[in-house]
Every structure is written in structure tokens, then in C-alpha cells.
């Protein structure tokens, strides 16, 4: 099992721009997360999906669209990138019976 | 609002000896549950233990165990006979329902503690 992956692992946009990180789990798992780690920071809940159809807003989501595509994947699109977007995003994973989140290697972003 | 503050933003410690690193919550919710996440300086997020509101005894696992007083609100995690592998940064969290009562749980963290074992 790879658990959760992410991809890209880097990426470096201009102000304005659009991209999309991927994040895919084959842990089954019904709830999966997007969060952001800035220094100093911790981590903050940008959205999560608790079911395969379903999307809610977390801590931190202006700036954010998220879609999950099936129970696999779930997916988070910058419509037009911003400085302070500038940041290590994780994706994370959670099974119906468990409450500890598995986590992604992380995306790290940088908005010029 | 869940909150969790780690009050410590460094700490060291002497190889093979023990470390405790403080954690306090704030929560209205009377079910919850505090985590505790290593990450280290390539970056995954690496869980290390769980303990519920509910539970009666500490949690521990391996070298790991979290002290739990919860009249004080208080989560620490007790490392025993550190290691130099260790060193790392670690975060304190704890689940909640979520925002839209949607029946997931999120994870609220603590801005972290960076612990340096020293040879």
C-alpha cells in the first residue's frame, strides 16, 4: 500500500496563475483532508470531504475549490494563486473506525 | 472554538533521558480526543499516539505515553530514553466534530514544539 500520495511534491507559480494538487489514498478510507502548514503556524484545516459526493469547509478556505472525485481522491484547485498561498499543503486520510489521520508527504508551494 | 496551545517553542534534551512536552486544550465538546504528531525535517506527519476524553488510564505507546489531566486540560507527551532520531518538531492536536456537524472529524493543532536531543 503507498497510503496517501500527493503530487507535485514542488511547484512555483506567478501571482495569478491556476493549479490543481492531487492527493489519492488506496487505504479506503471515507474522509480525507486538505490542510496548510505555515511557519509558526501549525497545521489549519483548509476542507475536508467526510464521504465520497461531499465537501465542507474548514479553518482557512477563500482562495480554495476542492473536489473529490470518487472515494479515492480529492483534489485541490487555486483558481488564481496569491503570495499568500505561499505555503506546505497536506492532504490526509481517515478510516470509519479509526480517529488518527494519515497524512501525505506534503506539497510544497510557492506563489511569486 | 477548539484550541490547543503548546508553550514551549524549542526544547532540548540529553540523549537517553526523558522529555516531556507540554500541551494545553480549550473545547466545549464533552467527546474529544488529543493526538500527538511527529515531524520530522523531511516533513511527513508521523502519528505517534492517541488518547480519548473518555479513556481511564494514559495512553502509551513504546517509548511514547501521554499524561492526561483532564481537569487541568492538559495533554503531554512523556518521551522516555531519548533518541537523536527524535529530534524533530511535534504537534499537539485534538479532534473535534465538524464545523458543519457533517459527522467527520477534524483535527484542530497546536503550533508545534521543536525538540534537539543532544549526543
Known amino acids: 500500500n503507498a497510503g496517501v500520495t500527493q503530487t507535485p511534491k514542488f511547484q512555483v507559480l506567478k501571482t495569478g496563475q491556476s493549479m490543481t494538487l492531487q492527493c489519492a489514498q488506496d487505504?479506503?478510507?471515507?474522509?480525507m483532508y486538505w490542510y496548510r502548514q505555515d511557519p509558526g503556524m501549525g497545521l489549519r484545516l483548509i476542507y475536508y470531504s467526510a464521504s465520497e459526493g461531499t465537501t465542507d469547509k474548514g479553518e482557512v478556505p477563500n482562495g480554495y475549490n476542492v473536489s473529490r472525485l470518487n472515494k479515492r481522491e480529492f483534489s485541490l484547485r487555486l483558481e488564481s494563486a496569491a503570495p499568500s498561498q505561499t505555503s506546505v499543503y497536506f492532504c490526509?486520510?481517515?478510516?470509519?473506525?479509526?480517529?488518527?489521520?494519515?497524512f501525505g508527504p506534503g506539497t510544497r508551494l510557492t506563489v511569486t | 472554538a477548539q484550541k490547543i496551545t503548546q508553550t514551549q517553542p524549542g526544547m532540548f534534551v540529553q540523549e537517553k533521558e526523558a522529555v516531556t512536552l507540554d500541551c494545553t486544550y480549550d473545547?466545549?465538546?464533552?467527546?474529544?480526543?488529543l493526538f500527538w504528531y511527529k515531524q520530522p525535517s523531511s516533513g511527513e506527519m508521523i502519528f505517534l499516539i492517541y488518547?480519548?476524553?473518555?479513556?481511564?488510564q494514559n495512553a502509551t505507546e513504546g517509548r511514547y505515553s501521554l499524561n492526561f489531566q483532564k481537569a487541568r486540560k492538559s495533554a503531554n507527551l512523556v518521551i522516555s530514553a531519548s533518541q537523536l532520531g527524535d529530534s524533530a518538531m511535534y504537534f499537539c492536536?485534538?479532534?473535534?466534530?465538524?464545523?458543519?456537524?457533517?459527522?467527520?472529524?477534524?483535527?484542530?493543532f497546536g503550533k508545534g514544539t521543536k525538540l534537539s536531543v543532544i549526543p
Open positions: 490526509a486520510s481517515r478510516g470509519p473506525e479509526q480517529y488518527e489521520q494519515y
Open positions: 473545547t466545549s465538546d464533552p467527546s474529544y480526543g
Open positions: 487505504m479506503n478510507h471515507n474522509s
Open positions: 492536536a485534538m479532534r473535534s466534530v465538524a464545523y458543519s456537524g457533517a459527522g467527520s472529524y477534524q483535527l484542530t
Open positions: 488518547q480519548g476524553s473518555y479513556d481511564q
